[in-house]
């Protein structure tokens, strides 16, 4: 498909390379932030969107990266349809196609580029020399393609890495992982950057300190709320270690923490229709993770809110049926209060709120109903709690999407 529209893929500024269960999509846009803070003109591919499809492809341009516009998408799309010649081809291979074709169009300092499933066979792997490439967080998530345990599925996202291109790896929850990411670099010649070994991002004080191999800084916390987000930017900022001719300041840093946005990760919602629903002094956030690792940051993030304000937690849940529940849920069911549980508007896949409900129970949340829909779960818990709560629709990116759209 890249040969018969001319092989963009070819002709592209520095790529950055990104792969992981968890946090590539957090990590892009820390890249992203800490770089147009520098003045640097960016492109930036993620995947899946959240509302509208345009949030996949955000070209570079003087004042900024934008969203793709209408009629250039439009007009890419056809290009690469026509290019195709009617041949099979998958929804997110001829976007990506798309996606590159517009990058190499468009003049830009760096790309950021986001794996769609795995990295080993993935679309976004045919750049055949990446600047830098980077392994987040690996957990357990789409196993019927990646394999069954997390040696195999950090087997295929190690696959995005090239002989001779640094590496950087964020922490990772098991020793397997890391043999696993040192076997390929060591059969390939790729240069590994390991949190711990090259590089360092940790909280400390008011803020966090970052130490890698050409940054000591003590810097503030990121606009992203949780403790995780230290981690993603570390790795975002080890990666800029590696970006040759590069060099972004630690002034430029400081504004990329506080500008940094990436919504549908706990994201608490200000404004909007479901807002409005709220009694006064209520909370509503929202976060699209889907798996045990996120399950875990959740949990990690209504600890602290217990310590900082004991304002009770209500849980708005809904998944895919391709998704395990209970390992979501069991790190939450120390905190939260109650569970209503939906389906994801427009998800055939979506699994039932009867089922969901029926696994938050199974790990001990046992005010757990199925409603109807985000509107009915937010009107149940408002007549159930009669003293201000923190409300946390969760489970999935397509329900978070669904919420913002909803939302306004």
Known sequence: MLEAIGSPHKSLPPVVHVAGTNG???TIAFLRAFLEAAGKRVHVYTSPHLVRFHERIRLAGAMGSELIDDDYLAEILEECEQANRGEPITY????????????????????LLETGLGGRLDSTNVIERPAVTALTRISYDHMQFLGGTLSDIAGEKAGIMRPGVPSV???QPAAEVISTFRERAASIGAPLYEAGESWRSFAHG???????????ADLPLPALPGAHQIVNAGVALACLDHLPGMAISDEAVRRGLAEVRW???LQRLTRGPLVDRLPPGWDLWLDGGHNDSAGEVLGAQAARWRETDGMPLALIFGMLATKEPKDFLRPLSGFASSLRAVAIPGEEA???????ASAARAVGIPDAEAVASVDAALDALIQRDQHPTRVMICGSLYLAGAVLARNG
Do not use: H, N, Q
């Not at 997110?92 to 790309?111: K, Q």
């Not at 008011?206 to 000591?216: H, K, V």
């Open 263 to 265: 919504p549908g990760r």
């Open 92 to 111: 997110f291979e001829i976007t990506t196609a798309a996606a590159l074709l517009a990058f190499s169009r468009t003049p830009a300092d760096v790309v």
């Open 169 to 171: 790896v964020a922490p």
């Open 206 to 216: 008011e803020g966090f300190r970052l130490e890698s191999a050409s940054r000591t």
């Open 350 to 356: 979506s699994l039932t709120p009867e089922d969901a």
């Open 24 to 26: 590539k999509g957090s």
